[in-house]
């Protein structure tokens, strides 16, 4: 076994035993609540679950170490489709799933057998998900552990929802869904095998007739268009259907019309044929009533949509494309009987007037842009550039009819209204991408008559979840407007279903909760779950009278206690408990459910519980890449959390993880990266077990006063990083940055022996301990401290530690090595003899009155030279003054204000003695003679004349 592993397996056993992360309520200290998105458990954790929940992990040991009582709980979700879905995958046989949890998840086949049952298989991927996050070290309470099919978890679930139907949230409606056409269910996005945070999409149909009066009916979501069309478009080698729609004649693909049958439409095929079967006849705009060509269009796709699309070249660059292809093609167009001359006489409308460009738009950013055809990729990003100005700032002109004058912004909906009314447009819903069900089918968009929905379109709801979102903190800060988007767009969401695991509707038989429905006020269960398992309460036992007084305080404590046979006591100590432990105060999840989960947290938090009970803090952060590419098992980069904590440790796998990014950028994994750090933290067990195994003396030079004066700057700088939720800048600074103090220390020094450089250390460790904490705690016992490192006090910042002087001398020495350097890189020699002059004390005058100047926003050169000119020990100096000034003024420009005012306070710096101090040490480094001179002394070597170029922080240089 190795050494890592050893000190793993050591102190998680100490942890355990000492039940340190266990957190009860304690009135006499600060508390902080902090929990990750519960993982479902129909495959193992992975990198990217470590990734977020090594950041709570972080945080939840920063705060712990700073005093506070915090409990981090952990949860498993067993509900909804995935199981199922994975489950039947393997009692069907599919062998390439099956090959991946042999091979990727490391499955045994005995328990491969066994996980045609889906229970068994949850229970087997929560135990190795139990271990794995007991491997890489989170501080989890696992006493409040659950699954979310716990009949203890479903009473508190079946609670919820029957408040929030009392409240008037939860209704029953006719809606589109997303829908599996196998599980004859509702698929949301947690239940979904690809196809995450697809929503349906409205299209509008304008129904185009044909003389005989068939009707085309063309979708888009550009309703407004309907007066700039030129032409129909349609695929003449797909398969059309001439079908009786609710008595009327349509033509559409043939898969819109399997499509219409789920979207309360009755529809009977009469006949199919090849789209080229329309080609070249006509048809009449219902809004116009004009008459149009119908052409071949070989990009329609018959799954978008109803496979009939209308052409507005004017404003639309896909169709303005296709047409001008089209024209360059004559010898295409004649073996479909079109005349050559006709499609050429097709000119684009001009519909709307847009600030910026000419009569067409369509036209001029193809121009623009330099598209080449249809197939160009660019021609996308025309068309999302051009239909966005066009909506929020384009005016319909006269050719519009009643709609002229008004924006693309208020005609859209009103448009689309009237042409319903007047019976010239229908509707239908579409996927703007393909979704996968977990079962493997291919999901369309059904409307659900006498479906149950989380009413996320109510105003009342949406305004008290926008005051939630103002009143948290967010981290980063930029992700609020996005939750403020989301809120606002987010409309009816099916909350049940008749397939998968799940809490059943309290009032509705056959119904499951789904799967993301039942993850969104779960951080308030684990405040009682605690009690619940140590005192065995029986599910029966937590009725809703009884939920009520623990979470609301409504009703009678005694009536709900003798009602459901429990304790008064325990009654109100369960109430306590969750009153001490809410609001939660820290929920991190990964961008990607912003737009589902995180949002739906805010809004059953809104709607359930009073503003003290709301969420304090919510962290985004990005998704998990592997060597550049999404993680995925069929992209073979699939990368479990054990398997990365045995191939690199876990103080590696966590530091690896946490230096890849912060805020919602995404993080690479790289193997190479985890590889280094394992090498790195090697050295640092040497490293720091020699500095603590050394003989110890007290020293307090200038340079003990600059580790100290660092070390103070360090802490400040962690812990900042470490309350605004970047964990990667505060790993950088407390791993590298203070690791390199540490060593120029020992390098000045010439030795590891001294009291303030053990301080530091274990300074040190405590800044790394969230970070690392095995082989932190592996060090902290070589110091002989008795405590756990995981709860020693963490450092506190004392501005009255920081020498200024010191850390300036130690500037010093730093910028006349970079100095020295430069020069030598320049010059490309080896230094046998290095001269350094350090500046004269009148030119220190100079300097500190410029500083002084500076700082006050008053440093003018005429007004300095005069002052200069007036001091009669400068005179002899002025003809050398006058160019110095403006080149310290320019020089400070580039100087922070805290660092001038260290100058002002410090003033006049020994430059010479500092210097000649670490003659030694600048001796070695150069391995060249080395000899220091002021500018001011008598006699000095100065071949060159340097000296006098001397100035104050930056002494002249002389090589040979």
């Known amino acids: 076994m190795s050494q890592t592993k050893q000190i793993e397996q050591k102190w998680q056993k100490r942890w355990d035993e000492a039940k340190l992360f266990e957190a009860d309520p304690d009135p ?82 005995e328990d491969l057998a066994k996980f045609v ?14 271990s794995a996050v007991k491997r890489i070290g989170f501080s989890v309470d696992w006493r409040r552990e659950f699954t979310t099919v716990m009949p203890t978890f479903q009473k508190f679930i079946e609670w919820q929802y029957k408040n929030l139907k009392e409240e008037g949230y939860v209704t029953q409606g006719t809606h589109p869904v997303v829908w599996c056409p196998k599980d004859q269910s509702p698929t949301g996005d947690h239940d979904r095998q690809s196809g995450e945070g697809i929503t349906p999409d409205e299209y509008t149909l304008i129904k185009y007739r044909l003389d005989d009066g068939t009707i085309l009916p063309a979708a888009t979501f550009r309703p407004e268009t309907v007066y700039g069309i030129t032409n129909m478009w349609i695929n003449p080698d797909s398969t059309y259907v001439e079908a009786d729609v609710d008595g009327e004649t349509w033509i559409i693909s043939q898969q819109a019309a399997e499509k219409l049958k789920e979207q309360e439409h009755k529809i009977t095929i009469k006949r199919s044929f090849l789209g080229r079967e329309l080609i070249g006849k006509y048809f009449t705009n219902p809004i116009t009533n004009l008459k149009f060509p119908i052409l071949p269009g070989w990009f329609v796709n018959p799954q978008t949509a109803t496979g009939v699309v209308y052409s507005v070249p004017a404003h639309a660059p896909y169709d303005y494309l296709a047409l001008r292809d089209l024209q360059k093609k004559p010898e295409l167009l004649t073996q479909f009987g079109l005349d050559p001359q006709m499609v050429l006489a097709i000119k684009p409308i001009s519909i709307i007037k847009l600030d910026g460009f000419g009569e067409y738009p369509a036209v001029e950013i193809v121009e623009k842009m330099g598209i080449t055809d249809q197939n160009d990729p660019k021609a996308d990003e025309a068309t999302n550039e051009l239909y ?47 979704v996968v069900c977990r079962c493997m089918t291919q999901c369309i968009v059904k409307i659900l008559s006498d479906q149950w929905f989380l009413n996320y379109s109510n105003p009342k ?31 009816e969401w099916a909350c049940a279903r008749t397939t998968g695991f799940g809490t059943p509707l309290p009032w509705g038989k056959g119904w499951v909760i789904e799967t993301l429905s039942d993850s969104t006020l779960y951080m308030a269960f684990y405040t009682i779950n605690a009690q619940i398992k140590a005192n065995n309460i029986q599910p029966q036992a937590l009725t809703p009278e009884v939920l009520d007084y623990i979470f609301l305080a409504k009703g009678d404590k005694t009536t709900a206690a003798k009602t459901a046979n429990i304790n008064p006591e325990l009654l109100d100590s369960m109430r306590q408990e969750f009153l001490y432990w809410y609001p939660l105060d820290l929920r991190n999840s990964a961008k990607e459910l912003v737009p589902n989960h995180l949002s739906f947290c805010i809004f059953h938090h809104a709607a359930l519980f009073p503003p003290q009970h709301w969420p304090k803090a919510i962290g985004v952060n990005g998704m998990l890449m592997v060597e550049g590419q999404g993680m995925h098992k069929s992209k073979g980069n699939f990368i479990t959390l054990k398997g990365a904590v045995d191939t690199y440790g876990a103080d590696a796998t ?100 001294t009291n303030t450089l053990t301080d530091a250390v274990k300074d040190w460790l405590k800044l790394l301990a969230p970070f690392a904490p095995f082989i932190c705690e592996e060090l902290w016992s070589q110091t002989n401290e008795k405590d756990f490192i995981s709860t020693a006090k963490w450092p506190q910042y004392s501005p009255d530690k920081i020498d200024t002087a010191a850390i300036e001398q130690e500037t010093l020495i730093t910028d006349v090595m970079d100095d020295t350097n430069n020069i030598l890189k320049a010059m490309k020699i080896t230094p046998t003899k290095i001269i350094y002059y350090t500046a004269a004390p009148w030119k220190w005058q100079i300097y500190l009155k410029i500083i002084e100047k500076t700082l006050a926003g008053e440093a003018k050169i005429n007004e300095l030279m005069r002052e200069f000119a007036a001091d009669p020990a400068l005179k002899p100096h002025m003809k050398d003054i006058a160019p110095m000034v403006p080149r310290i003024i320019k020089a400070l420009t580039k100087v922070s204000n805290e660092r001038k005012l260290n100058m002002a306070k410090i003033g006049l710096t020994d430059e010479k003695t500092i210097l000649t101090e670490a003659t030694k040490f600048l001796k070695d480094r150069f391995n060249a003679e080395t000899t220091i001179y002021s500018e001011a002394d008598t006699q000095c070597f100065d071949p060159k004349h340097r000296a006098a170029m001397a100035m104050p922080y930056q002494p002249a240089i002389y090589i040979e």
């Open 461 to 491: 709801w949406k305004e008290l979840a926008h005051q939630v979102i103002n009143q948290l903190t967010l981290y980063p800060e930029s992700a609020k407007p996005w939750f403020h988007t989301v809120i606002d767009w987010l409309r």
């Open 388 to 434: 966005k100005k066009e909506f929020h700032s384009g005016t319909l002109k006269d050719n519009c009819g009643i709609y002229a004058g008004k924006s693309i912004r208020e005609a859209k909906d009103q448009l689309g209204a009237d042409f319903k009314k007047i019976g010239a447009a229908d509707r239908m819903y579409d996927l703007s991408n393909p």
């Open 654 to 753: 966590r530091c690896g993880l946490l230096l890849g990014a912060e805020g919602m950028d995404d993080p690479d994994w790289r193997a190479d990266n985890l590889r280094d750090l394992q090498s790195k933290f090697d050295s640092l067990m040497g490293f720091t077990s020699h500095i603590i195994t050394s003989t110890k003396k007290d020293e307090n030079t200038a340079l003990e006063r600059w580790l100290t004066s660092r070390m103070q700057q360090r802490i400040k700088d962690v812990t900042a990083a470490l309350d605004d939720l970047k964990t990667r800048t505060a790993l950088q600074t407390a791993l590298f940055e203070t690791w390199n103090d540490l060593r120029w220390y020992i390098q000045r020094k010439g030795n590891t022996e």
């Open 117 to 130: 049952d889906p229970f068994y298989m949850a229970q087997y991927y929560t135990n190795n998900g139990r």
């Open 28 to 109: 006499n200290r600060q508390k902080k609540l902090v929990t990750f998105p519960f993982p479902y458990m129909n495959g193992p954790l992975h990198v990217g679950h470590a990734f977020t929940a090594s950041r709570v992990d972080v945080y939840a040991r920063f705060k712990r170490m700073q005093g506070f009582n915090v409990l981090w709980p952990w949860s498993w979700h067993w509900t909804g489709q995935p199981l199922l879905g994975a489950s039947q995958r393997v009692a069907r046989g599919d062998e390439a799933y099956i090959k991946v949890l042999r091979e990727v998840d490391g499955v045994a086949e």
